[in-house]
């Protein structure tokens, strides 16, 4: 990811209903979530509004969807997720190790089959 890439992606980002998608889609898994759902977790968004929202995060590669018979899913990309954050952490040490340390900590995923259910209950 260049500067360019991870500023398209911070624009998108910088949305609250987006942020919440994402966070959303993120917890939901690679399976994702139906449209409808997604706007019934956003306080009952509009079609209308969901459709800006949700186009605007797939242009910007954070989201894609799919046709599952009359129903479009949608699903956080997680390498695009993945490569944010290593643009970020890129020149994060610089030699020193312990500036990251707390960084690298808060990655470490937590999501295994004996946390699952505190994974699925966890809230946005």
Not at 19 to 30: C, E, K, Q, S
Not at 106 to 115: F, G, K, Q
């Amino acid at each position: 990811m260049d500067e360019a890439d991870a500023l398209t992606v911070f624009a998108a980002l910088s949305q609250e209903t987006r942020l919440r998608i994402v966070r959303l889609l993120v917890t939901a898994g690679p399976d994702g979530l139906p449209a409808g759902a997604i706007g019934a977790a956003m306080d009952g968004a509009s079609s209308s509004r969901m459709a800006f929202h949700l186009g605007h995060l797939e242009r910007a590669g954070l989201i894609r969807s799919r046709r599952e018979g009359r129903s479009i899913l949608y699903s956080a990309v997680y390498p695009t997720l993945s490569n944010l954050i290593a643009f970020l952490m890129r020149d994060c040490c610089d030699g020193h190790p312990e500036v990251c340390a707390p960084a690298v900590a808060a990655l470490s995923c937590t999501c295994n089959a004996s946390n699952e259910d505190a994974h699925a209950g966890r809230r946005l």
